[in-house]
């Protein structure tokens, strides 16, 4: 898995896995969205106004990884 935030259009992005050559989008709400992969896998999700919706400080992101080692 990998997280990647833009901070000058304040968007996240998470690969849950790697991406299929295709995927559908599907909008949840304005600010998230969900990329399904064949056999509808989530492969990854993003999130527009990150700082927002995710808490974080533009300035600053950071992830806390509880139960996990950072690679």
């Known amino acids: 898995m990998k997280i990647r935030y833009d901070r000058r259009?304040?968007?996240?992005?998470?690969?849950?896995?790697?991406e299929p050559g295709q995927v559908t989008t599907v909008r949840l709400t304005d600010d998230i969205a969900v990329d399904f992969?064949?056999?509808?896998?989530?492969?990854?999700i993003e999130i527009l106004s990150a700082s927002k919706q995710l808490g974080i400080d533009p300035q600053k992101p950071s992830v806390q990884l509880i139960n996990i080692s950072a690679a």
């Open 37 to 44: 992969g064949p056999g509808e896998e989530v492969v990854g």
């Open 9 to 18: 259009v304040d968007a996240a992005y998470i690969h849950l896995k790697e």
